[in-house]
């Protein structure tokens, strides 16, 4: 079937599929397919990936499932933008599953992960308050978060750490996830800083740099 006779009840508008090694969490360096789903309803600050807000092109999940089999990958990552603002991710990631990758989502934590399939590893962002969407948190996903799962903060200067370490204990995130990721903000806060704060505090997270931006300056398609 061809983009333009897809139906949307099928579809899922997709800004780009590729193959690369995994930036941060968990996997970092593995290489992974990345489905990245267009349109995100949130406005962070440091968001890099603005090209995915719009545009895109209506596939078939269908036609989604064969590009990702062409890479004959182990692990995809479905991101975005917001990829559960599409709720036909939802199928697309049960489909992935049942395909027998090993199957991770990076979402916002601005929308539900209520119906997402447990056999999914979620990488949950919460927003601090220098991201501008700190209001977006739906604090109602921390109980549906799994063993395998792993939450991350970016983080933009003391302030947000403080914040992001308060939000540690009061949720008792180190051992309800499997891991917590500590990200220095881009362009705002250096890695060493961050680590040398994560030391002293001796926190149970794992300090992350994101390692396509080290890789490939941070350009679309990996
Ligand atoms: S949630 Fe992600 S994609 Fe959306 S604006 Fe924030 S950083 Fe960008």
């Known amino acids: 079937m061809s983009i333009s006779q897809t139906h949307s009840a099928d579809a899922l508008r997709i800004t780009e599929i590729f193959y690369s090694l995994q ?12 489905v990245r789903l267009t349109g995100c309803p949130l406005r962070c600050v440091y968001c890099d990936t603005e090209y995915a807000f719009s545009g895109g092109d209506l596939v078939s999940i269908d036609d989604v499932v064969s590009k990702v089999a062409a890479y004959q990958p182990r692990f995809v990552t479905v991101t975005g933008g917001e990829p559960l603002a599409q709720p036909n991710c939802l199928l697309l990631l049960t489909r992935l599953c049942d395909a027998g990758y090993e199957v991770s989502l990076e979402t916002s934590g601005a929308m539900t992960v209520a119906e997402v399939d447990s056999r999914v590893v979620k990488v949950i962002d919460l927003k601090t308050p220098a991201s501008a969407e700190m209001g977006r ?5 921390i109980p549906l978060l799994l063993p395998a799962d792993q939450v991350k903060f970016v983080i933009c200067d003391r302030d947000d ?24 903000s881009h362009g705002q806060l250096s890695g060493r800083e961050l680590a040398e704060w994560v030391l002293e505090d001796n926190l149970p997270v794992r300090m992350q740099l994101q390692l396509h931006k080290i890789l490939w300056n941070d350009e679309p398609g990996h």
């Not at 992001?164 to 990200?183: G, M, N, T, W």
């Open 137 to 141: 948190n739906d604090y109602d996903n």
């Open 161 to 184: 750490y403080e914040w992001a370490r308060f939000k540690l204990d009061e949720y008792q995130l180190p051992a309800r996830v499997s891991d917590v990721l500590f990200s220095p």
């Open 23 to 34: 930036g941060e969490a968990r996997t970092v360096g593995v290489p992974t397919v990345f």
